[in-house]
């Protein structure tokens, strides 16, 4: 969908640092988190903003946060809303986006909330967010009208696939609304009997999708590498079919066919790194592609591996299952925010790699993914290991506290990177970057 990537527009910058912003704020409530459950006498020191308040404003800051507001520099390039009149529109968008998480955040503090996890909107706070996302959605509306005559050689399939976008983002602030109702269904469902093969390989399928639309948006395809993307998008299709084909019925995760049918998503182990070589990318990209696909090969063989009958067992509602989510979290998705992120800011994506911050990230999440999976594992054995205070429990949550420093660390020196980046644009005058930009 991009033609060329010439010096970032200031749309993408702002996103950036929003989303940075946001990625601190979570870490360092991680941070008091885990300093609060090795010395949990602290907690009376926090009055009525405990630590299960804090940990709902901690999870929707990394959601909501950082792991959306820069893919809204994403769709700001794709739609190219950041480029002529359009442009002044960004940041208001994104303004308002945190805004409304920061209202969120405080109504979360003081104990409102729909009780569902990721769901938790309430109050004002349950409008103003919905109303933030119809203001991206009214943005990129108007861009794509301007903008359609001018989709370059993907021509009328670009327009298709931007126009089903557009559908698509307009049921989000609905949907959020609603499902944020506490009467619509409730916050622990009676007939849900955990993961099933069914559920797992649907949602595995979703994240395929994100990683097979992604780089249309910024990258151009290889025209001699065709096969791996042709490739690619049939065993998409055929994984979804054998998806649909699975039965509903039983809600256990036992049945051969379920866990077989989800282990058919190794194939992507070797197939997802020749995909993303089929697109050209910015040299700086190179070391957070493949820290990406490193991620999603552990994200892969653990989810796998942990569906199996008695793993799961062992690992159901314990720190491991913890470490899975983490993996996917701060290994995959950040990863794969930050290669979108450094694509799009081109040279000025050196922000996010220097090899001390990129290394500290990565060896701090991998940190914490083996300290709390033995964590888990020792839980599932003994329920009363995370209460307990014991020098084996406290051991590894003291080096789950310094994995949790070392991911802060990191992400402070990106934001202030990203701030010397955005006081440079601010005091700029206005260029014709936006407009030039393909």
Request: proline letters at 5%.
């Amino acid at each position: 969908m991009l033609s060329a990537l010439p010096a970032p527009p200031r749309a993408v910058v702002f996103a950036a640092w929003h989303g940075l912003f946001w990625l601190v704020f979570a870490n360092a409530i991680g941070v008091m988190l885990a300093v609060l459950l090795l010395l949990p006498g602290l907690n009376p020191w926090l009055g009525e903003w405990t630590y299960g308040r804090w940990m709902m404003v901690h999870m929707n800051a990394m959601l909501y946060g950082w792991s959306s507001l820069p893919m809204l520099g994403f769709l700001f390039r794709v739609y190219r809303a950041d480029q002529r009149a359009t442009a002044a529109w960004c940041r208001p968008v994104l303004w308002a986006w945190s805004g409304a998480l920061a209202l969120g955040a405080f109504t979360w503090l003081n104990g409102n909330s729909s009780g569902k996890l990721f769901l938790d909107w309430s109050g004002p706070a349950r409008v103003a967010f919905p109303l933030a996302a119809l203001a991206l959605w009214l943005l990129l509306t108007i861009a794509f009208f301007w903008n359609r005559q001018s989709d370059g050689e993907n021509g009328q399939l670009a327009k298709v696939a931007k126009f089903f976008g557009l559908i698509v983002l307009l049921a989000v602030p609905v949907a959020l609304y609603i499902a944020s109702s506490p009467s619509i269904y409730p916050a622990i469902n009676p007939d849900a009997g955990g993961p099933t093969g069914t559920s797992q390989l649907e949602s595995s399928l979703a994240v395929v999708l994100i990683l097979l639309l992604v780089p249309y948006g910024v990258a151009r395809r290889r025209k001699e590498r065709v096969a791996p993307v042709r490739v690619a998008w049939i065993l998409f299709v055929a994984e979804s079919l054998l998806c649909a084909s699975l039965s509903r019925a039983d809600i256990s995760h036992r049945i051969p066919s379920q866990f077989m049918s989800l282990g058919a998503m190794v194939l992507w182990l070797p197939l997802a790194p020749a995909y993303y070589q089929a697109f050209q990318w910015h040299p700086n990209t190179r070391g957070w592609r493949r820290a990406m696909l490193v991620w999603w090969g552990m994200l892969v063989v653990s989810g796998w591996i942990y569906f199996l009958p008695g793993v799961l067992d062992h690992f159901k509602f314990t720190d491991g299952l913890v470490g899975h989510s983490f993996t996917a979290m701060a290994g995959f998705l950040s990863a794969l925010i930050i290669l979108v992120l450094v694509q799009l800011l081109g040279e000025d994506g050196w922000i996010f790699t220097r090899r001390w911050s990129f290394h500290v990230w990565n060896w701090g999440v991998l940190g914490y993914i083996v300290v709390i999976t033995i964590a888990g594992w020792l839980e599932g054995s003994n329920p009363a290991f995370t209460i307990v205070l014991t020098p084996t429990r406290n051991l590894l949550y003291i080096l789950r506290l310094l994995t949790g420093i070392l991911m802060l660390v990191a992400s402070a020196e990106w934001l202030r990177a990203a701030f010397v980046l955005t006081a440079g644009l601010a005091s700029a005058p206005a260029t014709n970057i936006q407009e030039n930009a393909a």
